[in-house]
């Protein structure tokens, strides 16, 4: 049996939709993975290369941006590298961060918390002190302009324990010095670098009492977010899209409410699903898992984080609750006080309650 629409029914879905994704982009929200290399938009990357009389394997903007065509996740990595090799001086990082900032207030995001790679840069002699100084005064500069934010280093997995562990010891004057920078993350080439390889490094992580993540399950399987949880102890999953085929994992996020940053343009963009429709996000919402919406790495995934509710809304047809259910989750998440939590669901309540959609 066939069932037809009516003409009218699907214009009012198609509507309420359209009218749930402005509601979705007006509201306050929390961002919780980007990385800020990948904020890094071909234009800037250009200015900075030019700044700095780095030579780049593309010799126009046009021709980097038509190299953002992915297969899987190292193909992007590989550009995304390149990307970055234009930062180096304090300004650059400062000039980046702010960039990034000016895009999230845009969208509303009013509070951040993002992942520096600092061995990206530290292997080409920029010193970790540059990044994070850089870094840190842009995001001062937008406190002022109501986006709260924290900054979290993430160790780059296809490089060794014995970097990561020197990285980590070159960064300890940092933690004391930046009450930006609470906690430390596991990025980069996923497969054949489990979690478990940085179990070391992240127990003295621990020891320092800073806040735990890791990407698991973006590309890699289950056992990868098994051993993030039960070896390296982390806060948050980031990405975790492959749970959905561990239903034992599936209720234990649940049960935990360990949360997970999901990244939907990064995920069609990288490949690891076909396309938006069948993105594992809503059958996660499903099962109370707690799903947040985030832009991974903007510039190079096709738009910021309202980009990224957008797709959601129309491909996964997500409903008003679900909607409010994630921009809160983005709050409960993140890594502020107790008394800043509530003030940022106040928020978001305030503005939810008065809108219409
Ligand atoms: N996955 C892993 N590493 C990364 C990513 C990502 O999506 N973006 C930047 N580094
Ligand atoms: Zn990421």
């Known amino acids: ?83 970055a090799s234009v930062l180096l001086t304090e300004q650059d990082f400062y000039d980046m961060t702010m960039a990034y900032c000016e895009r999230a207030l845009a969208d509303n995001v009013v509070h951040t918390e993002i992942f520096f790679d600092p061995q990206t840069h530290t292997e080409r002699g920029v010193p ?44 300890q004057p940092l933690f004391a010095r930046y009450a930006r920078l609470i906690g430390v993350g ?18 003295k992580a621990r020891a320092l009492g800073l806040k735990l993540v890791a990407h698991a399950g973006e590309e890699g399987p289950p056992s990868y977010i098994y051993e993030a949880l039960d070896l390296l102890k982390v806060d948050r999953v980031d990405h975790g899209v492959r749970s959905i085929e561990d239903p034992a994992l599936v209720t234990r996020l649940a049960d935990t409410r360990v949360a ?12 690891v699903f076909d396309d938006m429709t069948q993105h594992t996000l809503k059958a996660l919402l499903d099962k109370g898992v707690a799903v947040t919406v985030n832009s991974d790495d903007p510039a190079y995934f ?9 797709a959601i809304i129309e491909a996964l047809k997500l409903d008003d609750g679900e909607v409010y259910t994630i921009l809160r989750n983005g709050f409960e998440a993140s890594f ?9 669901i ?8 008065r809108a219409t959609a």
Not at 69 to 76: E, N
Not at 136 to 149: P, Q, T
């Open 186 to 203: 596991l990025d980069s080439s996923e497969r054949g670098h489990p979690p478990s390889k940085f179990e070391r490094v992240f127990e």
């Open 336 to 344: 502020v006080t107790p008394e800043e939590r509530a003030a940022l």
């Open 260 to 271: 997970l940053t999901v990244c939907p343009l990064s995920n069609t963009k990288l490949c």
């Open 1 to 83: 049996m066939t069932i037809t629409i009516p003409a009218n029914l699907a214009a009012n879905t198609a509507a309420s939709a359209t009218a749930l994704v402005e509601k979705a982009a007006n509201a306050p929200k929390a961002e919780l993975h980007i990385h800020i290399e990948g904020s890094l938009e071909p234009e800037l990357i250009f200015a900075l290369a030019q700044r700095n009389n780095v030579k780049l394997a593309y010799d126009s903007i046009d021709a980097l941006r038509a190299a953002y065509a992915f297969t899987d996740l190292q193909s992007f990595l590989d550009i995304y590298y390149a990307g």
């Open 302 to 310: 096709g738009g910021y984080v309202n980009e990224n509710y957008r």
């Open 346 to 353: 106040a928020k978001l309540d305030a503005n939810w309650n």
């Open 128 to 171: 970790i002190e540059t990044v994070v100084a850089g870094i840190d005064r842009a995001l001062a500069d937008a406190e002022k302009r109501g986006l709260s934010s924290k900054l979290i280093l993430c160790f780059l997995r296809h490089l060794s324990e014995s970097d990561a562990l020197a990285t980590f010891d070159a960064a």
